[in-house]
C-alpha cells in the first residue's frame, strides 16, 4: 500500500500509454470511464496477465474527482486459447494451400465456404460464396454425379469425375464435418487422374497391339497364299493384255487391291515386329521411285505430286519393304490432308550434311544424312494433334477409314535406323515432315551392289512343291514364263517320289514350308540324301518360324518370302542355279 500503483504493475514499456489513458480517464465529464481498456499488468513474481478495465469515477459537489475505482477482469486464459487457436488455424490453412491437389469445403445449400490455393488455379479465381456447381464444373444445376443426401449421411464419400471445365479426370474424395454452429460442411479433395487414365489406356492398347500382332501373325501365313494368286494372276493378265483396253483397267484394278492387302498384311505385321526385316545397303531414291509411281497410279490426278529427287544419293543401311511403308505412309498422309482442296504434295530427297553449324533440335548428331521430306499444303495440324501423331491408334479419321498405325511404322523404322523425324505444320497452310536418314559411310558401302530390277531368265528343270494347288499353279505360270520347265507336286511325298524316280532330271527344288506330311526342311532332307548337291529353295510365310542356319546347314541353298514377287524369284532362282553350276565346277 501506499506505492506507485503504476510502477508496480505496468510492464515498462506500456507506463506512458497507460498513464495518458488513465489521465484521460481523470479528465472525464461522465463519471463512468472507460470500459473494456485492455491492457497488459505484472504479477507478484513478474508474470503477465491480460487485463480488462471499467472504471468509475467518484467526484464531490463541485465535480472534482475523489477517486477512481477501477474493477479488472482477468483475460489471461482466453487470450491463450485465442492464442492458441489462431495458431492452430495458421497451421491448419497452411496445409491446406500447401496441399497440391485442388481441396474446397462446401455448405449442405452447395455455397463454397473456402478453396485452397489449388482450387483457385484451377477454377481461376477465389469463389468462396458462390454455388460449387457452377464455380467448379461451370454446371447450371447440381452435378450429376453429386450423392449429395448420401454422403451427408454416410460421412464420406469417393468418386471418379470427368469435368467439363477442362477436360480433366478427377478421383473426389469428401468427408463430412459438424461446424460449430452444428451446421454441416463438406470437404472435397481433387486427385487429377488424367495421366493415370492415359496410362491405363495405353496399357490397354499395347494390349490390343498384341493380341492384334498375335492375330496377323496367326493370318498372315493363309492371307499370303490368298493373295499370292490374285496379285500374281493380275500381274500375268496386265502382261498379256493391251493396256488401253478395259480388261486391262479391271486386271489393274486387281492387282492394285491385291498390292493394298499385302501392304497392309506388312504394316500390321512391321508394327508387331513379327516379319523378317534383314538390313542390307540400300538406295532409298530407287525404293522412292516404285513409290511414287505407286502413288500417282493411285491418287487422283487433280492432286499435284511434284517430286525432287536427288539421283546420286548415297546408300543407307535399310531394308526395302520398311523403306517403302515409310515412303507410302508419309505421302498417304498428306494426299489425305490435301484431299479436299485439290492441293500440291512435294515429295524430295536429298543427301546432307549436319555438322555443328546447322544442327536441328531434333538431337541428331553431327554427320551425312539422307534428308527425306514430304510437303502438302493441305489441313494441316492443331498442337493437340501433332503432339499425338505417332502415338500407335492415334488417329482423327472416322471409324475404319484409318488404323492410326500409319506414323507409328514410320516413327518406330526411323528409330531403329538411327535417324530423327520432324513435322512442321500449321493449321490451314499445310504440314513438312522431315526424315533424317545416317548415310553409309563410303568404305561401308563400297561392297553395296547396285539394286537391279533386271529379270533374269533360265531354261533348267525345277521341281516345285506347294501343298496348296492355287499357289501352285502361279509359281508354276511364273517360272514357266521365265523360261524353266516345271514339275509340280501338291503332296511333298509324291514329290520325293518323282523325284528319286529321277534325281538327274532336276536343276533345282522349291518348296513350301509348312506342308502336311512333311514340312520344308524334313523334305529338304530327304531330297539331299538321295542327291547331296541339289539345290534347294524354301518359300516361307511371315508366321512361320524357320531356323535358316539349321535348315542352310543341311543344305537348304536360299529362302524367299511369300507372296513372292516374280522380280525375287527370278533372281534367287537363277542365283542359286548359277552357284550350284560354279561350284560343281570348282
Ligand atoms: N500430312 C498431314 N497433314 C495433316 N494431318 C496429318 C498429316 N499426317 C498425319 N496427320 C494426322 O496424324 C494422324 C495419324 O496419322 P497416321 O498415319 O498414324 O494414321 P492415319 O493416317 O489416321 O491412319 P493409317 O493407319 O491408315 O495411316 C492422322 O489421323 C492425321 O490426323
Ligand atoms: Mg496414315
Known amino acids: 500500500?501506499?506505492?506507485?500503483?503504476?510502477?508496480?504493475?505496468?510492464?515498462?514499456?506500456?507506463?506512458?500509454?497507460?498513464?495518458?489513458?488513465?489521465?484521460?480517464?481523470?479528465?472525464?465529464?461522465?463519471?463512468?470511464?472507460?470500459?473494456?481498456?485492455?491492457?497488459?499488468?505484472?504479477?507478484?513474481?513478474?508474470?503477465?496477465?491480460?487485463?480488462?478495465?471499467?472504471?468509475?469515477?467518484?467526484?464531490?459537489?463541485?465535480?472534482?474527482?475523489?477517486?477512481?475505482?477501477?474493477?479488472?477482469?482477468?483475460?489471461?486464459?482466453r487470450r491463450r486459447s485465442e492464442d492458441k487457436l489462431r495458431k492452430s488455424e495458421i497451421k491448419y490453412r497452411t496445409m491446406m494451400e500447401a496441399i497440391k491437389d485442388p481441396v474446397y469445403i462446401c455448405s449442405e445449400d452447395f455455397i463454397i465456404q473456402y478453396m485452397n490455393q489449388a482450387m483457385i488455379d484451377?477454377?481461376?479465381?477465389?469463389?468462396?460464396?458462390?454455388?460449387?456447381?457452377?464455380?467448379?464444373?461451370?454446371?447450371?444445376?447440381?452435378?450429376?454425379?453429386?450423392?449429395?443426401?448420401?454422403?451427408?449421411?454416410?460421412?464420406?464419400?469417393e468418386k471418379n469425375i470427368f469435368s467439363p471445365l477442362d477436360k480433366?479426370?478427377?478421383?473426389?474424395?469428401?468427408?463430412?464435418?459438424?461446424?460449430?454452429?452444428?451446421?454441416?460442411?463438406?470437404?472435397?479433395?481433387?486427385?487429377?487422374?488424367?495421366?493415370?487414365?492415359?496410362?491405363?489406356?495405353?496399357?490397354?492398347?499395347?494390349?490390343?497391339?498384341?493380341?492384334?500382332?498375335?492375330?496377323?501373325?496367326?493370318?498372315?501365313?493363309?492371307?499370303?497364299?490368298i493373295l499370292f494368286p490374285i496379285i500374281g494372276m493380275s500381274e500375268m493378265l496386265m502382261e498379256d493384255l493391251s493396256s488401253g483396253s478395259l480388261e486391262y483397267k479391271y486386271a489393274h484394278a486387281i492387282y492394285k487391291a491385291g498390292h493394298r492387302?499385302?501392304?497392309l498384311v506388312a504394316q500390321i505385321l512391321a508394327f508387331s515386329r513379327q516379319s523378317d526385316q534383314k538390313k542390307m545397303p540400300i538406295r532409298f531414291q530407287?525404293?522412292?521411285?516404285?513409290?511414287?509411281?505407286?502413288?500417282?497410279?493411285?491418287?487422283?490426278?487433280?492432286?499435284?505430286i511434284e517430286h525432287k529427287i536427288q539421283r546420286n544419293c548415297g546408300f543407307i543401311m535399310g531394308n526395302a519393304t520398311q523403306l517403302h511403308q515409310v515412303g507410302m505412309n508419309l505421302i498417304t498422309n498428306a494426299y489425305h490432308a490435301v484431299q479436299e482442296k485439290?492441293?500440291?504434295?512435294?515429295?524430295?530427297?536429298?543427301?546432307?550434311?549436319?555438322?555443328?553449324?546447322?544442327?536441328?533440335?531434333?538431337?541428331?548428331?553431327?554427320?551425312?544424312?539422307?534428308?527425306?521430306?514430304?510437303?502438302?499444303?493441305?489441313?494441316?495440324?492443331?498442337?493437340?494433334?501433332?503432339?499425338?501423331?505417332?502415338?500407335?491408334?492415334?488417329?482423327?479419321?472416322e471409324q475404319g477409314k484409318g488404323t492410326g498405325l500409319g506414323l507409328a511404322v514410320v516413327y518406330g523404322i526411323v528409330k531403329e535406323y538411327g535417324g530423327e523425324i520432324e513435322v512442321q505444320t500449321q493449321i490451314g497452310s499445310g504440314t513438312i515432315f522431315s526424315v533424317y536418314l545416317p548415310l553409309m559411310s563410303q568404305s561401308e558401302?563400297?561392297?553395296?551392289?547396285?539394286?537391279?530390277?533386271?529379270?533374269?531368265?533360265?531354261?533348267?528343270?525345277?521341281?516345285?512343291?506347294?501343298d496348296d494347288a492355287a499357289v501352285a499353279n502361279l509359281e508354276q505360270q511364273i517360272l514357266e514364263r521365265l523360261g524353266y520347265q516345271i514339275t509340280m507336286r501338291t503332296g511333298s511325298l509324291d514329290a520325293v517320289e518323282v523325284f528319286r524316280s529321277n534325281p538327274d532330271a532336276f536343276d533345282i527344288v522349291i518348296t513350301d514350308m509348312t506342308m502336311p506330311n512333311m514340312t520344308g526342311d524334313q523334305l529338304a532332307e530327304k531330297i539331299l540324301s538321295i542327291k547331296p548337291d541339289i539345290p534347294i529353295v524354301i518359300c516361307t510365310g511371315f508366321s512361320e518360324r524357320i531356323n535358316k542356319e539349321?535348315?542352310?546347314?543341311?543344305?537348304?541353298?536360299?529362302?524367299?518370302?511369300?507372296?513372292?514377287?516374280?522380280?525375287?524369284?527370278?533372281?534367287?532362282?537363277?542365283?542359286?542355279?548359277?552357284?550350284a553350276k560354279s561350284e560343281n565346277k570348282g
Open 261 to 263: 492387302a499385302k501392304e
Open 342 to 397: 485439290n492441293g500440291k504434295i512435294i515429295v524430295a530427297l536429298e543427301e546432307i550434311k549436319i555438322d555443328r553449324t546447322n544442327l536441328t533440335d531434333t538431337g541428331i548428331h553431327s554427320g551425312k544424312y539422307l534428308l527425306f521430306t514430304v510437303s502438302d499444303d493441305g489441313t494441316g495440324m492443331t498442337d493437340k494433334v501433332k503432339n499425338k501423331i505417332f502415338e500407335p491408334y492415334f488417329t482423327t479419321k
Open 445 to 466: 558401302n563400297q561392297g553395296a551392289a547396285e539394286i537391279k530390277t533386271e529379270i533374269k531368265m533360265g531354261h533348267e528343270h525345277i521341281l516345285l512343291v506347294d
Open 550 to 579: 539349321q535348315a542352310e546347314a543341311i543344305g537348304v541353298k536360299g529362302f524367299l518370302m511369300k507372296p513372292v514377287v516374280k522380280s525375287d524369284f527370278a533372281s534367287m532362282v537363277r542365283k542359286v542355279l548359277d552357284d
Open 122 to 157: 484451377r477454377v481461376g479465381r477465389d469463389a468462396t460464396g458462390e454455388l460449387c456447381y457452377q464455380a467448379l464444373h461451370r454446371f447450371d444445376r447440381k452435378c450429376r454425379w453429386c450423392k449429395y443426401g448420401e454422403t451427408f449421411q454416410a460421412g464420406h464419400a
Open 168 to 225: 480433366s479426370s478427377f478421383n473426389v474424395s469428401t468427408t463430412v464435418f459438424v461446424n460449430e454452429s452444428g451446421s454441416l460442411s463438406k470437404l472435397s479433395v481433387f486427385r487429377d487422374t488424367t495421366e493415370l487414365i492415359e496410362l491405363q489406356k495405353r496399357l490397354q492398347q499395347a494390349q490390343k497391339m498384341e493380341a492384334i500382332g498375335n492375330l496377323a501373325g496367326g493370318i498372315a501365313h493363309d492371307f499370303n497364299n
Open 1 to 77: 500500500m501506499g506505492r506507485n500503483w503504476f510502477d508496480l504493475f505496468i510492464p515498462e514499456n506500456l507506463r506512458e500509454d497507460v498513464r495518458k489513458v488513465f489521465h484521460s480517464v481523470m479528465g472525464q465529464k461522465d463519471t463512468l470511464g472507460f470500459l473494456n481498456f485492455e491492457n497488459e499488468i505484472l504479477g507478484k513474481s513478474g508474470q503477465v496477465f491480460n487485463v480488462a478495465w471499467s472504471n468509475v469515477l467518484t467526484k464531490d459537489v463541485e465535480g472534482n474527482v475523489v477517486d477512481v475505482t477501477c474493477l479488472g477482469v482477468d483475460l489471461t486464459e
Open 286 to 304: 530407287d525404293i522412292l521411285e516404285e513409290v511414287l509411281k505407286l502413288c500417282r497410279a493411285t491418287i487422283p490426278a487433280n492432286i499435284k
